[in-house]
T-cell receptor
């Protein structure tokens, strides 16, 4: 079974631009969660989607948004990029929501200049 | 509020030594899940184990073992006879509100360096 895939793997954007990251979960997994990893703040939860509905949201500004499609694929969008948004963005999928083990993709490394 | 503490920032051992990574958690929920993940230099988080709050039985998988003690809110991870390939950052994580959402709260990680 193929693992979680994320595209693109690397991205360089300019402050003020917007960006869209994509995540394809493991086949059969319906829950997709997004995390941001930075050296200063560590791994932080962004949001979770299950059956196209946002189930939970972390403590991030409204510039961070996401959605999930009927095939469980998910996208996250960051508008008006700031230098502090530079991070590794990790997507994870699980069979169900709530307590199941989550399998992570390789991440998208976003650099904002 | 939930919290995970990994007090050991970095550990260095020589190959074949045993090493224990500590994890202490805080949660008000009675139902919760604990996890360990490994992050090698490639960056991808690799799932190692999941344990629910009602199962305090210790687990062993090859050279890996986990000790869960609710009385001390700890979920420690031991690698026996460490190998160079074990070098990575290890994260302990907590998920509560089980059945409703999958938010993982991670510790700050412990960087393990295994040398020859």
């Amino acid at each position: 079974k193929a693992g979680v895939t994320q595209t693109p793997r690397y991205l360089i954007k300019t402050r003020g631009q917007q960006v869209t990251l994509s995540c394809s979960p493991i086949s059969g997994h319906r829950s997709v969660s997004w995390y941001q990893q930075t050296p200063g703040q560590g791994l932080q939860f962004l949001f979770e989607y299950f059956s196209e509905t946002q189930r939970n949201k972390g403590n991030f500004p409204g510039r961070f948004s996401g959605r999930q499609f009927s095939n469980s694929r998910s996208e996250m969008n960051v508008s008006t990029l700031e230098l502090g948004d530079s991070a590794l963005y990790l997507c994870a999928s699980s069979t169900r929501t709530g307590g199941d083990e989550q399998y992570f993709g390789p991440g998208t490394r976003l650099t904002v200049t | 509020a939930q919290k995970v503490t990994q007090a050991q920032t970095e550990i260095s051992v020589v190959e074949k030594e045993d090493v224990t990574l500590d994890c202490v958690y805080e949660t008000r929920d009675t139902t919760y899940y604990l996890f360990w993940y490994k992050q090698p230099p490639s960056g991808e988080l690799v799932f190692l184990i999941r344990r629910n709050s009602f199962d305090e039985q210790n687990e062993i998988s090859g050279r890996y073992s986990w000790n869960f003690q609710k009385s001390t809110s700890s979920f420690n991870f031991t690698i026996t006879a460490s190998q160079v390939v074990d070098s990575a950052v290890y994260f302990c994580a907590l998920s509560d509100r089980a059945g409703t959402a999958s938010k993982l709260t991670f510790g700050t990680g412990t960087r393990l360096q295994v040398t020859l």
